[in-house]
């Protein structure tokens, strides 16, 4: 079997067992699964996400998408996935669904599947959507570190540790209403973007 088809299989027996009813509608990664020059990782899917089966083709997803394209990063080379892969939800004052922001125990037992994710796509650089993602690898904020290159620890459970660089970015949920952050988080790809052009041309010319 494929090592994503196991890691796909496995993480839902996992989580079934733990879930009450003994089912749960997982959301995996999407896009180019080997080697990838950028694997992309958000917080946890939503509503239109949990539908549809893919990560990121909500309201959020649309923003992603269209500020790729403004800074010419083709979302089909890349692997977008999340930290949390079940959607977190809460019964909001009006009697309806609506989403939460994942809690501790969420995100602890979903970061070392992610971990494993990671080993098994071996993308070339992570780039990190808002502080959920962020902090699965460090101790800091998006405010802090968004637009600048970090080295991070991969340590999937039972396999060896590795490093890989990190860029982190704000969530494009976080910057839809926020014109300000909008020009720091399109700064911020058109930085990612000039880095990953240098680093093909000195790939082309070595
Ligand atoms: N926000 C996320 O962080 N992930 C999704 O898949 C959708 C919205």
Known sequence: MEPMQRFRQECTAFFEKLSPEGRC???????????????LIGEAPGEQETLQGKPFVGKAGKNLSAFLEAVGIDRKELYVSNVVKVRPTKISPAGGIVNRPPNREEKLLFTPWLMREIAIVRPDALVTLGNVALQAFMENTVGNVHGKWQRVVVAPPEKAAFTLPLFPLYHPASVIYNRSLAEVYQADLVTLRDSLLADSTSQNDS
């Open 25 to 39: 509608s997982l959301v995996f990664g999407d896009g180019k699964i080997k080697n990838p020059v950028l694997m």
